[in-house]
C-alpha cells in the first residue's frame, strides 16, 4: 500500500517511565510502573502542510483526523455522529465579566449530551478492533451513558458501575441500550474496586476489556479531537488560554497533547495555550497539588460538588494535569458550587446555552481570574462546555 494508511500508530508509550508497550493488543496500565499509556504516532510518515489541507475536505466528525487517532481499518470506526462541535463566541457574557475574547466550545451537543462520546467512540472501536467483547468501567455517569452506547452500537457488551448520586439520567442512557448497570453507594473510586473485583473473577468470561478513565490508552486519544478542531476551528492557532473543568483530566491533557502533535507536524504556529484546569471547591485535588507546588495531588476527603463530572477525589493522570498546566504557563482553580450554578443561569440568560454544571465551573472560572488579574482581558479565552445542560435538570429551580 502506498501512503501512511489510515492510521499512523506506532506504539505506547508509558507516560511515567517511557518503557515501550505494543499498541496491537489490548494493554491497560504500564507493565513497569502501572501509570497510564499514550499513544505515540509516526508524524514522519505524514507531510504534515499536505495533511491539513486534506482534512479540512474531509466530513465534519472526529474521524477525520483518522491518521492521529488509534484504529488501523476504517471498516472498525464506530460512530454516532460524534465530533466538530461548535465553537461560539460569547462576546456579550465575555463584555460582561471583562473578557471579550471568551469563545465557548460546545460539547453539548455529542451524542449522550457530553464530551465523552469522543473518547468513548474512538476507545470502543480500537477495543472491538483488537478483540474485545465487552467494556466494563466505573463511572460518574457520563462516561458510562457513553461508553454503553457505543459500545451497543459495536455489539459488544457493557457494565457500568456508578454512584447513585450520579445524575439519574445517565443510569437510564446505560439501560436503555442493554447495559448491565448497577448503582453504589459511594464514590467512583468505590464503583473502581467493584469493577476491578469483578474483571479479575475468572466468571465474568474471557473478553471484558477494562476501560476505566486513563486505565486504557485510546479514550484519551478520542478526547484529543477537542484540541484538533480548535488548532482547525482557530485557522491554524491555539487561543491564548483553555479553561477546562478538570475531573479524570483526560480532555486536559488530549487537548495539549493534540496541540503538541500538531505542533511537531508544523501545521500549528505559535505557542501552545495557558492551560487552566478548574475543579470545584467540594473536590479540588489537583488545585490543592498545582498550589502546593506538588508533582501529584492526594486524595480528597468528603468530596462533594453539584458538578458531578469533576467529582474524582483522586486522578490516575494527575501528575500529566499538573505537567501541562505548569509547562504551558497556566494555573488551577477552585470554583464552589453557588458560584458556579449563578454563572450557569447568567450565562444562560446572556448567551441562550444552557451549559453543564462542570462548564459553568469553567465559565465562572475565567471570571475569577478576570478578577484577580490573572487574565488581563485582552485574551482568547476557549471555555470547554463538556456537556448538555439538559442531563442535570434539578440545578435549576
Ligand atoms: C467527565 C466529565 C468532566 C471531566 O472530564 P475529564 O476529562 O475526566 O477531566 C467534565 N465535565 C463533564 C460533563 C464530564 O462528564
Ligand atoms: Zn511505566
Not at 151 to 173: D, F
Not at 305 to 321: Q, R, S
Request: aromatic content about 6%; hydrophobic content about 45%.
Amino acid at each position: 500500500m502506498s501512503g501512511p494508511g489510515f492510521s499512523v500508530l506506532s506504539h505506547l508509550e508509558c507516560s511515567r517511565c517511557g518503557h515501550r508497550h505494543d499498541a496491537e493488543v489490548l494493554q491497560n496500565l504500564c507493565e513497569a510502573c502501572a501509570s497510564p499509556l499514550l499513544a505515540r504516532y509516526d508524524l514522519s510518515a505524514l507531510d504534515g502542510p499536505a495533511w491539513w489541507a486534506s482534512v479540512a475536505t474531509r466530513a465534519p466528525d472526529l474521524w477525520r483526523y483518522h491518521e492521529l487517532l488509534p484504529v488501523r481499518d476504517a471498516a472498525n470506526v464506530v460512530s454516532l455522529g460524534e465530533g466538530f462541535t461548535p465553537l461560539l463566541p460569547a462576546a456579550g457574557f465575555g463584555a460582561g465579566i471583562g473578557v471579550p475574547g471568551l469563545l465557548v466550545k460546545d460539547d453539548g451537543l455529542l451524542p449522550t449530551g457530553s464530551f465523552k462520546a469522543r473518547g468513548a467512540a474512538v476507545g470502543v472501536s480500537r477495543a472491538r478492533e483488537l478483540g474485545a467483547t465487552g467494556v466494563a468501567l466505573p463511572t460518574n455517569g457520563n462516561a458510562g451513558s457513553a461508553w454503553a452506547a457505543y459500545a451497543a452500537r459495536a455489539g459488544l457488551r457493557s457494565r457500568i458501575v456508578m454512584p447513585r448520586s450520579a445524575p439519574s439520567i445517565t443510569r437510564k442512557e446505560c439501560s436503555v441500550v442493554g447495559s448491565d448497570v448497577d448503582v453504589i453507594d459511594g464514590l467512583i473510586g468505590d464503583a473502581g474496586a467493584i469493577v476491578a473485583r469483578e474483571l479479575a473473577a475468572a466468571d465474568r468470561g474471557d473478553g471484558w476489556f477494562d476501560a476505566g478513565t486513563l486505565r486504557e490508552p485510546y479514550r484519551i486519544e478520542g478526547k484529543k479531537t477537542m484540541g484538533l478542531e480548535l488548532a482547525e476551528q482557530l485557522g491554524g492557532r491555539a487561543p491564548d488560554v483553555v479553561v477546562y473543568p478538570t475531573g479524570g483530566g483526560v480532555g486536559l491533557i488530549g487537548i495539549h497533547k493534540a496541540l503538541g502533535e500538531l505542533r511537531e507536524l508544523g501545521v500549528l504556529t505559535g505557542p501552545l495555550p495557558k492551560m487552566v484546569s478548574v475543579q470545584a471547591t467540594g473536590c479540588a485535588p489537583i488545585v490543592r497539588a498545582f498550589e502546593e507546588g506538588a508533582a501529584e495531588s492526594t486524595a480528597w476527603a468528603d468530596a462533594k460538588t453539584v458538578a458531578f463530572g469533576i467529582t474524582v477525589p483522586k486522578a490516575l493522570g494527575d501528575f500529566l494535569v499538573l505537567d501541562a498546566v505548569r509547562s504551558t504557563g497556566g494555573t488551577a482553580v477552585a470554583v464552589d458550587d453557588a458560584e458556579l450554578l449563578r454563572v450557569q443561569a447568567e450565562f444562560a440568560r446572556a448567551e441562550g446555552l444552557f451549559v453543564c454544571p462542570e462548564g459553568a465551573a469553567a465559565l465562572a472560572a475565567v471570571q475569577q481570574l478576570r478578577g484577580t488579574g490573572w487574565l488581563t482581558g485582552d485574551e482568547q479565552v476557549v471555555v470547554l462546555n463538556t456537556g448538555a445542560g439538559l442531563k442535570y435538570p434539578e440545578t435549576v429551580p
